[in-house]
């Protein structure tokens, strides 16, 4: 079974470009999270989808967005980029069924914003 | 909303000594505890996982972990550790969100590093 494919692997953007990542889950999952992973905040949550609706969502600013796939593909877009959106951002997704948070994780996005 | 404190941010040791990593969280109510591996530049791999029964679980790569619930720990341990057990280590904790959601927050991490 092929795991959770995020990309692109690496990317740089300038300040005040927009970026989207993207994210395919396990075959099955239907629960998508994003998290923000950096050296001075750790792993932050950004938002969790499922069937296409978004059904949490953590205390990121609106430039953050994501959406969700009726075949559970995910994307997640930052507008509007500043320095401090450079991370790793990891996507992960998980079975419904068993449904206790444990997370099936990508190898990430990095974002570098010059 | 939940916390969780991992109290070492690097832990040094030398190959085949054993190795503990701290854990604690906030909350005493229902839970599911987990740890995470990382390896540089990839994602997040589960090592092990806490849901109900036996508060000792045994996990990959020779981990095992202990969840105490009196003093909301879940420590992580290895009797002998190996250079390529060096990684980042996180440990979650997920309790129920809105939705029927449980959203799993990470502390910190604590960097394992395994001299020869």
């Known amino acids: 079974k092929a795991g959770v494919t995020q990309t692109p692997r690496y990317l740089i953007k300038t300040r005040g470009q927009q970026v989207t990542l993207s994210c395919s889950p396990i075959s099955g999952h239907r629960s998508v999270s994003w998290y923000q992973q950096t050296p001075g905040q750790g792993l932050q949550f950004l938002f969790e989808?499922?069937?296409?609706?978004?059904?949490n969502k953590g205390n990121f600013p609106g430039r953050f967005s994501g959406r969700q796939f009726s075949n559970s593909r995910s994307e997640m877009n930052v507008s509007t980029l500043e320095l401090g959106d450079s991370a790793l951002y990891l996507c992960?997704?998980?079975?419904?069924?068993?449904?206790?948070?444990?997370?099936?994780f990508g190898e990430g996005s990095r974002l570098t914003v010059l | 909303a939940q916390s969780v404190t991992q109290l070492d941010s690097q832990v040094p040791v030398f190959e085949e000594a054993p190795v503990e990593l701290r854990c604690n969280y906030s909350?005493?109510?229902?839970?599911?505890l987990f740890w995470y591996v990382q390896y540089p530049n990839q994602g997040l791999q589960l090592l092990l996982k806490y849901l109900s029964g036996s508060t000792l679980v045994k996990g990959i790569n020779g981990f095992e972990a202990e969840f105490n619930k009196s003093q909301t720990s879940f420590h992580l341990r290895k009797p002998s550790v190996h250079i390529s057990d060096t990684a980042e280590y996180f440990c979650?904790?997920?309790?129920?969100?809105?939705?029927?959601?449980?959203?799993?927050?990470f502390g910190r991490g604590t960097s394992l590093i395994v001299h020869p």
């Open positions: 989808y499922f069937s296409e609706t978004q059904r």
């Open positions: 909350s005493s109510v229902s839970v599911y």
């Open positions: 979650a904790v997920s309790d129920q969100a809105s939705g029927g959601s449980y959203i799993p927050t």
């Open positions: 992960a997704s998980s079975l419904l069924g068993a449904n206790t948070g444990e997370l099936f």
